[in-house]
């Protein structure tokens, strides 16, 4: 399923990228990242992320990114008021696959302002996890997950900064309903 995505998003990037302008740049940022989770109260870390991306057209444009981050959660509480109870913090360094479509929604000179949404698939690269519990197979997850980020974004000339909400499509442990969510802020640079 995964490798069709992806030759889905390659051959849609490939064909925008023909008929339309392209820009490559790199980014940076912070990140909120959090684990909802069933019954067990949960709070947010603060993470990175860094890598590429393209954009390919002008007013209506397809976004392909390929960047390395860090996300998780912190837990602490007990399941439907039993004894059994889950506390510490984990983290995730990832690598993340965003494929945006966005549109421009004023553009006067060299500043633009922009919205975007679309799909992300995300593999853990390592996990460090500290949660001590008593539920069975609470720190026990996926290695990769789909998900969908949406937000807005201003350009100034070749400087662009985002702001990203990310939520979880898939679960990343079936058995406590925990989905990972983030917001982020980042901030790029068109190279070409």
Do not use: C, H
Not at 114 to 120: E, K, L
């Amino acid at each position: 399923m995964k490798k069709y995505i992806l030759s889905i998003a390659l051959l849609i990037a490939s064909v925008a990228a023909s008929k339309a302008q392209s820009t490559i740049g790199i980014k940076g940022g912070i990140n909120f990242a959090k684990i909802n989770t069933d019954n067990i109260k949960e709070s947010s870390v603060t993470g990175y992320q860094a890598g590429i991306f393209a954009r390919l057209g002008n007013s209506l444009y397809l976004q392909p990114e390929l960047y390395l981050g860090s996300r998780g959660g912190k837990f602490e509480g007990s399941s439907s008021g039993n004894s059994a109870s889950a506390s510490g913090k984990v983290t995730f360094t990832t690598l993340n696959v965003p494929l945006l479509l966005g549109t421009k929604l004023v553009s006067a000179g060299p500043i633009s302002v922009r919205a975007m949404a679309g799909p992300i698939y995300s593999y853990n690269l390592s996990e460090n996890n500290n949660v001590n519990s008593a539920l069975q197979d609470f720190g026990k997850y996926k290695n990769s997950t789909l998900g969908y980020q949406v937000g807005a974004g201003v350009d100034i000339g070749n400087i662009t900064a985002d702001l990203r909400y990310e939520g979880g499509l898939t679960k990343i442990n079936e058995n406590y309903g925990q989905r990972a969510n983030l917001w982020a802020l980042s901030v790029g640079f068109k190279i070409f």
